[in-house]
Structures are given as C-alpha cells and as structure tokens.
C-alpha cells in the first residue's frame, strides 16, 4: 500500500465548476500537507501549505485536511481553463523523515 | 522572490557524453535538491545538499555526480547515461533541511533526453 493515494483522474470539468482533488494517507506521522499545481513541461509550483486540521482559504483555492480520517482535499472554486494543470499533494513528516511524499497526481483540464 | 532558475531547459546527450545540470536560487536557502521526474509520474528525490553538505543520496546510480560549489548553487554532473535516464531533473530549495517543514520552491526543470 503506498503512503499517500492519490485520485488519478484524468479529470475534466466544466468553466465555472467547483473542482475537488483528494488524498489519503496511511502514516500518521504526516504533520505537513501541501498542494502543488505543475503545468506541462515545467516544474510544480507551491499553491497551498497547510499543517492544521480545517480549512485554509487563498483566492478560489480551500485546501481542507481531516487529521482523523487521513484525508486531505483541494476545492478550485469558479475553475478556469487556466486552471488546466496535474495537481500533486505531498506530505511531510514530524519525524527524522524529512523529505517531501508525493500523491501520483490528478490530470485537470477545464473546458471553455 | 521565490525563484529557482535552471539551466538549460533542454539537453539531448549521447550514452557516452558528459553535461552537467545547473541550479541557482538567491532567496538564501540553505538546503537544495535535485529530483528527477518521469512522464505522468510524481518527482523521486535524487539528493539533498544541507548547508553545502550531501545529507541525502537515495541510491542514485554514480553515473549521477551533485556537486555544490555554494550555498546558492547546485550542479548535477551526468556521465555515461542511459535512455532510461530521459526525464524531467527538476531542482528545488527549503529554507532548512533540517527543520524538515520548510517549504520546498522548485525550478522549472531541464528536459533530458539521452539517445
């Protein structure tokens, strides 16, 4: 069983949709959960960081984390095609393991 | 300033060329690395630099060679490679390695392809 799981998609929506992108995670030593959006060809950019149980709003993003259940989750809110990208969550841990654990990644495409 | 430049962003090297990967950042990190990331897969960590030292090898074949002269940059050094090797090297920076929860800030990436 991996560590994290992560939704593969490919995912298509619509303009205007409310987009959710999940994870779980099986190691409760897991304390830090970001998301990164990463466009073809180029490298993931940091959108959302967040190391607390409930929500964290920025502009159309909420990134939500559920401690308890293992599961954290990406709302895009108002999507637009410019949202089109593979969206990774990754996962470190309070422990010696200090390097970044990886989702597979979810393929979005927003359609006009 | 949150960047992380690469150069170059495309290289095609034969099995029996060396090239090297270059990695800048100027936002004051002190820990770098490098991953490498294959079509429609997450990035793998290759290595970590702390404070210019190594701390992180994950088993990466010695055809693979890092080297950081400073705290600012980091080289990949490639020899000998295979065609499996062709992917995405993308190099990224935390503020401290050893703090474990910095955030991470990636470059761009160079696209390798080895024929």
């Known amino acids: 069983q991996k560590e994290v799981e992560q939704d593969p998609g490919p995912l298509s929506v619509p303009e205007g949709a409310i987009v959710s992108l999940n994870c779980t995670y099986s190691n409760s030593a897991f304390q830090y959960f970001m998301w990164y959006r990463q466009y073809s060809r180029k490298g993931p950019e940091l959108l959302m960081y967040t190391y607390s149980s409930g929500n964290k709003e920025d502009g159309r993003f909420t990134a939500q984390v559920d401690k308890s259940s293992k599961y954290i989750s990406l709302f895009i809110r108002d999507s637009q095609p410019s949202d089109s990208a593979t969206y990774l969550c990754a996962m470190v841990s309070s422990g010696s393991a200090r390097q970044l654990t990886f989702g597979s990644g979810t393929q979005l495409t927003v359609l006009p | 300033d949150t960047e992380v430049t690469q150069t170059p962003k495309h290289l095609v090297m034969g099995m029996t060329n060396k090239k090297s990967l270059k990695c800048e950042q100027h936002?004051?990190?002190?820990?770098m690395y490098w991953y490498k990331q294959k079509a429609k897969k997450p990035p793998e960590l290759m290595f970590v630099?702390?404070?210019?030292?190594?701390?992180i090898n994950e088993s990466v074949p010695s055809r693979f060679s890092p080297e950081c002269p400073n705290s600012s940059l980091l080289n990949l050094h490639l020899h000998a490679l295979q065609p499996e090797d062709s992917a995405l090297y993308l190099c990224a920076s935390s503020q401290d390695w050893d703090r474990g929860t910095d955030t991470q800030y990636f470059g761009p990436g160079t696209r390798l392809t080895v024929l």
């Open positions: 630099y702390s404070y210019e030292k190594l701390s």
């Open positions: 936002m004051g990190h002190r820990a």
